[in-house]
């Protein structure tokens, strides 16, 4: 069994690869729900919707999120209303929120949705929500602390980040299976996600980083950092917002206790000795995902490790 703890987009390529060379049944995928936000009245579960989206083959791969051909008509609509129309939220993806939240009013728990929609899309891996509990990432900025969604999308991650804050973390309960699936692992993968809001968050539920130290899985660790930068994304504003520099090691850093492997560029070679001094294996390969080999091939870098 393997469990991968995932965010968005940086997670779901490389879980591209790893489900070419591993049975469906044997993967769960716990994923962040630290950015999940209601908006119209529907719950929209960004990270769930990419990875589930982005396994089932329906992503649209050049934004890396929302369903490939899809059109904007109905949020069209919607600004003519609202300033608050500010989400992307593609006409075919509304369905997803749509039957998600008739789903959760009539009592179901978000990772009772999940596998319904997962398996309406045809996976057959299990997708799991860190938690059913409400838990929001939010942004300290100079304004006050905004939703993460807010912070990234509404305003264009232009705010200086002066903390982060995680409501809900002290009484999130991992969802049902997040735990047994980290204690009966054979391998635990980091996928290579933001460090701070989207594996900080799933290791920020309670009990989940005590199994993750406790589960005799090796655990092995992606770098989301290249070159000294993320591929995409806010993790360098977050990384130096917290006071880290931006880095590989510091990711590394950030799993210290825990870690046994960190797959590191090739690029960033240079800072192998200084995370095999953190008492962690390096492996050094190229770690960019373009093309699906190039995927196949990290996948497999992991599993070997
Ligand atoms: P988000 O929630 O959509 O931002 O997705 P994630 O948290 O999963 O991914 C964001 C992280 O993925 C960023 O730090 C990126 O640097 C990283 N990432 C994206 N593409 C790649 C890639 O091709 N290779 C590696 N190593 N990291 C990547």
Same mark, same amino acid.
């Given at each position: 069994?393997?469990?991968?703890?995932?965010?968005?987009?940086?997670?779901?390529?490389?879980?591209?690869?790893?489900?070419?060379?591993?049975?469906?049944?044997?993967?769960?995928?716990?994923?962040? *729900?630290?950015?999940?936000?209601?908006?119209?009245?529907?719950?929209?579960?960004?990270?769930?919707?990419?990875?589930? #989206?982005?396994?089932?083959?329906?992503?649209?791969?050049?934004?890396?999120?929302?369903?490939?051909?899809?059109?904007? /008509?109905? !949020?069209?609509? !919607?600004?003519?209303?609202?300033?608050?129309?500010?989400?992307?939220?593609?006409?075919?993806?509304?369905?997803?929120?749509?039957? /998600?939240?008739? !789903?959760? %009013?009539?009592?179901?728990?978000? &990772?009772?949705?999940?596998?319904?929609?997962?398996?309406?899309?045809?996976?057959?891996?299990?997708?799991?929500?860190?938690?059913?509990?409400?838990?929001?990432? $939010?942004?300290? *900025?100079?304004?006050?602390?905004?939703?993460?969604?807010? #912070?990234?999308?509404?305003?264009?991650?232009?705010?200086?980040?002066?903390?982060?804050?995680? !409501?809900?973390?002290?009484?999130?309960?991992?969802?049902?299976?997040?735990?047994?699936?980290?204690?009966?692992?054979?391998?635990?993968?980091?996928?290579?996600?933001?460090?701070?809001?989207?594996?900080?968050?799933?290791?920020?539920?309670?009990?989940?980083?005590?199994?993750? /130290? /406790?589960?005799?899985?090796?655990?092995?660790?992606?770098?989301?950092?290249?070159?000294?930068?993320?591929?995409?994304?806010?993790?360098?504003?977050?990384? $130096?917002?917290?006071?880290?520099?931006? &880095?590989? #090691?510091?990711?590394?850093?950030?799993?210290?206790?825990?870690?046994?492997?960190?797959?590191?560029?090739? &690029?960033? &070679?240079?800072? %192998?000795?200084?995370?095999?001094?953190?008492?962690?294996?390096?492996?050094?390969?190229?770690?960019?995902?373009?093309?699906?080999?190039?995927?196949?091939?990290?996948? $497999?870098?992991?599993?070997?490790?």
């Amino acid at each position: 069994m393997i469990t991968a703890l995932a965010g968005g987009v940086g997670a779901a390529k490389f879980l591209t690869g790893l489900v070419k060379l591993v049975n469906g049944k044997d993967l769960t995928i716990i994923v962040n *729900t630290g950015d999940d936000i209601e908006l119209f009245g529907l719950h929209v579960s960004p990270d769930v919707d990419i990875v589930t #989206y982005t396994l089932a083959g329906i992503v649209d791969e050049e934004k890396g999120w929302g369903i490939k051909g899809d059109t904007f /008509r109905c !949020l069209e609509e !919607l600004r003519k209303f609202s300033r608050e129309a500010w989400f992307n939220l593609g006409d075919k993806d509304l369905a997803t929120h749509m039957f /998600r939240t008739a !789903l959760l %009013k009539n009592g179901l728990t978000l &990772s009772n949705v999940t596998v319904q929609i997962s398996q309406a899309l045809g996976l057959d891996v299990a997708i799991l929500p860190m938690t059913d509990d409400k838990f929001e990432t $939010r942004i300290m *900025t100079a304004n006050g602390s905004i939703h993460f969604e807010d #912070y990234l999308v509404k305003r264009g991650a232009k705010d200086r980040v002066l903390g982060v804050e995680f !409501l809900g973390a002290e009484s999130a309960n991992p969802a049902t299976g997040v735990v047994e699936s980290i204690m009966d692992a054979k391998l635990v993968v980091i996928c290579p996600s933001n460090p701070i809001v989207s594996i900080g968050t799933i290791l920020a539920v309670k009990g989940v980083r005590d199994a993750i /130290r /406790r589960t005799e899985a090796k655990k092995v660790a992606v770098s989301p950092i290249i070159a000294g930068a993320p591929v995409k994304g806010p993790a360098d504003k977050l990384l $130096r917002g917290l006071g880290h520099e931006v &880095s590989a #090691y510091s990711v590394a850093k950030l799993y210290s206790d825990f870690l046994d492997t960190f797959i590191l560029d090739l &690029s960033d &070679s240079a800072e %192998k000795d200084k995370i095999e001094k953190l008492g962690i294996e390096v492996k050094v390969t190229n770690t960019i995902m373009k093309s699906l080999e190039d995927k196949i091939q990290l996948a $497999r870098t992991v599993l070997e490790s």
